[in-house]
C-alpha cells in the first residue's frame, strides 16, 4: 500500500521525488523520506505527510544527486515515526532501500543475521532485507551486487515492491517486484521506477510494467529485466493513457469532490463503444472470447473487497434478474482462507479498482487452481488482476486519487449493466424489447447523473444539520440495498461517524431499537418495486423520532410529506438504479467530513490500495 519511486539520469533526482511521492500519497502518509545518491549518500525521512519531509529537507540541505529513491509509508511493522520511515539502510550504510509489502518471514531472518552480528535500527520487516542483501553481497567475495539482490529476494516469503540503491555504485539502480505493482518509466537517458503511472506521466509516456517475480537493473543507462531465477526477458513496452490533467484536482478543493462531479464522464466512458443502439446489442471482448463459457454457465462467484464487494452485490442481482444464473458474492479475504466448492464450471468476476487487491489476486489463483474461468474488471491498465485474468472488462473511469471510491464504484456497476445485458441477451433470457428498454435508458444515464449532481447545495444543507450526528442508519431494498451499504461505508470512510447498511426489512430485527430523535436514518426510498414497503418502513421510523433522510424519484410528492428531508433523482429503470442512488450519498459524506474538518482525500489509517493482508 505504500507508495514507491525512483529516478536515475541526468536530472537533479530530488525533484523528481517529491513531486512522484505527492502524487502517490494516496497510497500512504504515515511517514515519507529519500534517499539521494551524489558525492555521497544522504537520507531524509520523517513521520507525517510528504510536505513534512520537503519542509525537513529543506531545513538540513541537501547536495546535488542524479540517483534517488522515495517512500510514502502506510503503516505495517512498526508505528509511523521517524524511525520506521523509509529507506533503511544496511549495517554499513551503503545499500538504501524502499520497499512496499510485506515480508512474512522477516522474524526468523531477523534473528539469523542478529546472530551474525547484525544490529536493526527499526521495527519494520523491511530493515531485514536490505541487511540480508548487504550479508550475501559481503560474504560472497566477487558476487555482482544485482545477483546479491535477486539471492536475497529468492530468500525472502510474502509480498513486495522494491527500489535498492547502492553507495559505492552511483551508476545502477535495482527494482524487483513480488504481489505489488511496479512500473518502469523510459525517458531520454534517464529511467523511473513508481507503483503505479500517476509519477511517471509528467516525463514520460512509455512504460513497462513488470511482472511477478521480475527483477528491473538498471546499469549505465541500460534496463535489463529478468526473473528472480535469473532469466533474462524481453520487456513490452506500454504507452501511458492517462493525462497528467486527470491526476491534479483542476480547481476542486479535494480529489474526492472532483471525482464525484467526474461520474457523468466516467459512466459514459465506460458505455462507450460497447453498446449499439440501432443494432440494439451489447459488444464485448470479453463475452465474445468466452461466449460458450457464458451460454452454459451453472454458477457466478463474484469477489471484490470495500466498495467493489458492494458492486459485486449489485452484480448478484443484475444477474440473476437479467441473466437468470445463480450468483455468489464473496469477500475475496474470507474465499481465499476457507475451502471453497469451485471448478471448472464456474466463473469468478474478480472487482478491483487497482487492480492490485492482494485479497482479490490470491482469490483468483485459488479458483484458477481449481479450473475457473476468470474475468476480471479493473480500472487500471496493466494492473495485476487483469494480467491474471483469462477475459476481463476496463471500466474507463479514469485515475481515482481520493481513498474513499466513488467514480471506480459507478463505473464497475455500469460494467456489470452491460455483462449482464449482454449475457442476458445471447441466452434469450431478455426480450427484445427488454434490451431496447435498458440500452436506452442506459444511454440517458450520464445527463441524468448530471442532473442529480444539481442537488450538490441542498445535500450540503442537509450535511450542515447532520454533521453533529454520532451514527447513521442507511436503509434500502432490492438494488437500494448495496446502495445503502456503500452510502454507509462513505460517510465511515471519511467523516469517522459510525453508519450501518440494512435491508429495509431487517429494521425490524435489531436496528429500530437504535432509532429516537437523535438517528438519521437514510433511506433509498424510490418509486420502484417494494415502494410501499419502504413508506411502511419509514412509518416506523417517523414513529419513533428518527429523522428522516430520502433518495427519492423526482416529482415523489408523497415522501416529500413523510421524509424530513428529500433529495430527488430522475426516474430510471430499477436494474440502473444504483448509478444515480449513490451519487447524493457520496455528496451527503463529502460534505459532513468537510464540515467536520476531515481529510477527505487521505482518511487516517486508510490507503487507496490494499496490496497486503
Known sequence: MCGIVGYIGPKQAFPVLIKGLTRLEYRGYDSAGVALLGDELQVFKKAGKVSVLEEYVAQQGKKPANVGIGHTRWATHGEPNDRNAHPHLSQNGEIAIIHNGIIENYNSLKVELQQRGHEFKSDTDTEVLVHLIEDIYIHNEGLPFEEAVRMALGQVIGAYAV???NKTMPDLLIGARKGSPMVIGIGDGEHYIASDAAPLVEYTRNV??????????????ELVIKTIDNDIKTPYIQELEIHLESIEKGGYDHF????????????????????????????????KQYENKWMNLKRILIVGCGTSWHAALVGEYLFEDLARIPVEVEYASEFRYRNPVVGEEDMVIAISQSGETADTLAAIELAKSRGATIFGICNVVGASIPRASDAGAYTHAGPEIGVASTKAFTAQVTALILIAIAVGQRKGTLTKERVRTLLNELETIPSKIEKTLESNDLIKFIAEEFKDARNFLYLGRGYGFPVALEGALKLKEISYIHAEGYPAAEM????????????????????????????????????????????????DTMMKKMADYVIEIPDCDEVLLPLLATIPLQLLSYHIAVMRGCNVDQPRNLAKSVTVE
Do not use: C, W
Open 256 to 287: 474526492m469532490i472532483k471525482e464525484i462531479f467526474e461520474q457523468p464522464r466516467s459512466v459514459y466512458d465506460s458505455i462507450r463503444g460497447r453498446i449499439s443502439l440501432k443494432e440494439e446489442l451489447v459488444e464485448m471482448a470479453g463475452i
Open 163 to 165: 527500489v535498492v540503491l
Open 208 to 221: 513497462i510494467y513488470l511482472n511477478d517475480g521480475e527483477v528491473a537493473v538498471i546499469d549505465k543507462g
Open 508 to 555: 425490524k430485527h435489531g436496528p429500530i431499537a437504535l432509532i429516537d430523535e437523535e438517528m438519521p436514518v437514510v433511506v433509498i426510498a424510490t418509486n420502484h418495486s417494494s415502494y410501499e414497503k419502504v413508506i411502511s418502513n419509514i412509518q416506523e421510523v417517523k414513529a419513533r423520532k428518527g429523522k428522516v433522510i430520502a433518495i427519492a424519484t423526482e416529482g
